[in-house]
Every structure is written in C-alpha cells, then in structure tokens.
Antibody, heavy 122, light 107 residues
Framework: QVQVVQSGAEVKKPGASVKVSCKTS????????IHWVRQAPGQGLEWMGW????????NSAPKFQGGVTMTRDTSISTAYMELTRLTSDDTAIYYC???????????????WGQGTMVTVSS | DIRMTQSPSTLSASVGDRVTITCRAS??????LAWYQQKPGKAPKFLIY???SLESGVPTRFSGSGSGTEFTLTISSLQADDFATYYC?????????FGQGTKVEIK
C-alpha cells in the first residue's frame, strides 16, 4: 500500500539548519509531487512548498523562499526538506504529503507522513 | 495570496446532529477546494477534493458544496469518530493556502 514515512524528531539551536526526510513506497515516486506543510503548536496548517520528483523542480511560499531547500533522491524514493537559519518561530510539526493527482502540483494532498517535530531552543 | 476564512472557529454538537462548516475565499477559486479532518496528534486526513468530490473510503455522511468564494462541508449525522478539527484548502493559486480550522467539539 502507499506509505509515506518521515524521519524522527529533531532539537536544534537557533541559527542551525534541519533536514527532514520523507520516504515513500507503494507507488511510482516520480509520478506525484511532494508537498511540505508545517503546523506550529496549537496552530493551523501552513503550506511551505512542493517538489516535482520527476524534474527536481521546486516552488515555495514567499515567506520560505531563500530559507527552505527541497530535494529528492529518486533511487530511494525519498524527498527532503531543509530549513536553514532556524528561529523559535520554526518550532513546529513538519509534514510531507503526496499530491493526489499524478504529474500535477495542484490539488489536495491525499497521503501524509506522520509528521516530524522540530524544536528550536537554545 | 488567497485568504481562506472558516466559520465558526469552534462548533459544539451532539452525536446525530447535522453539522455545517463554512469556508470563504478572498477571491474566486472556482471549485479548487479540498477539505481535511485532523485529530489530535495525527496528520490531516484528505476528505474532499474539487469542492464536492468525496475521496475514496470517506463515509458518505460527509459532503462538500460550493464554488467561487463560498463553500461548505456538511456532516449529515455526526458520529463519535467525527470530533476533530476540519480545514479547507484552496489550490487555485500557485501558493495553496489553508483556512484557520474549525474544531468540532462534543456538546
């Protein structure tokens, strides 16, 4: 069955970087865009960006441009999201999610990872 | 950015109630809207796409409607498993955005 499994929780100091992985299985990795969404404690969902695993093309929300890097390794069907220059405002659960339509970034997100808690604290 | 506004923010209801959540977009998004359910400590669950199409496996008591700027999610008969937070999401623009969420609580 289709699965998305993320890497484990991270604790980082302000100014550091964090890289979260998103390992997929059960479908053709390059057929579907992967999106990244975060959720601060007690808050709503915030879309960060997407990566097209087929082309390596990316797009990110304006507030994350310059601070987030999305990559992928097609040999192991895994996507990555790296966030740099962390501040306490980046403390959140980070989710990866598969776009529900093949070869299309637009649309809902049908399969979600379990989330990765990133805590930024001195 | 397209701003999505949900109402109410919190809703108290009983099992068996008909529940309606509204989502308004700051500009027309046609039918490019999805709905999600999220329970505490869990990832969101995909419920509805294209405003009214039910994702496979989602109970038929859930339905969505609307187009343009106003949308609704309806639960025809609330079940114990439905107490959760619900989010709408537009995907008309190049930058998808979510509503702030509606928490459905036990009355």
């Amino acid at each position: 069955q289709v699965q998305v499994v993320q890497s484990g929780a991270e604790v980082k100091k302000p100014g550091a970087s964090v890289k979260v992985s998103c390992k997929t299985s059960g479908y053709i990795f390059t057929d579907y865009y992967i999106h990244w969404v975060r959720q601060a404690p007690g808050q709503g969902l915030e879309w960060m960006g997407w990566i097209n695993p087929a082309s390596d093309g990316t797009n990110s929300a304006p507030k994350f441009q310059g601070g987030v890097t999305m990559t992928r390794d097609t040999s192991i069907s895994t996507a990555y999201m790296e966030l740099t220059r962390l501040t306490s405002d980046d403390t959140a659960i980070y989710y990866c999610a598969r776009a529900y339509l093949p070869e299309d970034y637009a649309g809902g997100f049908d399969i979600w990872g379990q989330g990765t808690m990133v805590t930024v604290s001195s | 950015d397209i701003r999505m506004t949900q109402s109410p923010s919190t809703l108290s209801a009983s099992v068996g109630d008909r529940v309606t959540i509204t989502c308004r977009a700051s500009q027309s998004i046609s039918s490019w809207l999805a709905w999600y359910q999220q329970k505490p400590g869990k990832a969101p669950k995909f419920l509805i796409y294209k405003a009214s199409s039910l994702e496979s496996g989602v109970p038929t008591r859930f339905s969505g409607s609307g187009s343009g700027t106003e949308f609704t999610l309806t639960i025809s008969s609330l079940q114990a498993d439905d107490f959760a937070t619900y989010y709408c999401q537009q995907y008309k623009s190049y930058f998808p955005t979510f509503g702030q969420g509606t928490k459905v609580e036990i009355k």
